[in-house]
């Protein structure tokens, strides 16, 4: 099924769009210093979905990309958060991207579609853009920055939502062992100890490129470990370009924005919100500092979204799993990397962690939004 834009017919998760050639070469490579693409450049521009309403900056605000997390296309992922509340911001102007596989295929090949959004955007709009991704979209873009070195100077603010930079102990219920079961390229990608994190987190891959915002919950039902130092998402700064690290129920503690938050959930967060336009509006990564921090965590929700629109971006967590298990081919073991990246000396060994699954974040985070609405939603899954 097709999800339209506010009823207008368009399909917001359509990954066959008409962008314009640019009339300036960024692809194949915009820097001599940039990893091939392996992907030919029609497909890649395609899966940029620009809505009608995009100013490509002339208005001031800054032009911002979404990038959503496995088993997703933006347009379904964002519409009833980021996109949302950007679209009715004074600062942001969104777009997003519809990767083919929703997200599902081998992480690199995901990679390669954020690498090339980034350039073509901001040499459309001739300004930098700002980059929000959740989920596995933070390692896409992340990848993107460390063998896309021309992307750094395109980008003012990268803002993760639930990042999974150390891969997660949980993608093993998936993939529980190699060569006994076949699994979805990007779990294999995202599992604690596979090659892809490894290389990605080699050689300063760790740490931020660019001024870089991590938000995220310690109840994530999906990446763990999600707390303290062992924190999937947490972000270095080795660069110095400025990173802010958020744990909500540690920022929040003891407030409602401090509660249980699942992985969809984080899209929602007052506390995401209000430190991405701090970020956005001031650059830099965002501050807490700045952020009347009593008052956005009295609220479950960010401003300006419903109860409803919670509920709808809680619920896609069902249809990412659908997705998840729907796509072919799956392979028996984790998918070998590009030739730029699999010979790279790996800096980075994996910590042995192991962390009780949490199955009872989902419900409790349901059961909070149930106790503040009497509506009831019952989304289509959306077909590719």
Known sequence: MKFSLGGSGIDINSYQNENPDLGVAIYPSRSPDDAPYSIQETPLRSAIFIPASFKYGEDGKTPVILVPGTGSYGGEAFESNFAKLLKASSFGDPVWLNIPGRMCDESPKNAEHVAYAINYISTRCQKKVAVVAWSQGNLATQWSLKYWPSTREQVSNFICLSADFR??????????????????PAVWHQTRNSNYIATLRSNGGDSAYVPTTSIYSATDEVVQPQFGAAASALMKDDRNVGVTNCEVQVAAFLKPAGLAY???????????????????????????????????CMHRKAPGLSLLDATKTQALSAWCLKSILMFTPKPWDEPGLPLYAANEKKTYVPDDVVVQTKQTVAIVENEVIAAETEVTVAPTAPTA
């Open 167 to 184: 891969g997660t102990v949980n993608a093993w219920g998936l993939t529980p062992f190699k060569g006994t079961q076949p699994g979805t």
């Open 262 to 296: 699942s992985h969809e959930g984080i899209m929602y967060h007052p506390l995401a919100w209000a430190l991405a336009e701090d970020a956005i509006v001031n650059g830099g990564p965002g501050k807490m500092e700045r952020i009347k921090m009593s008052a956005v």
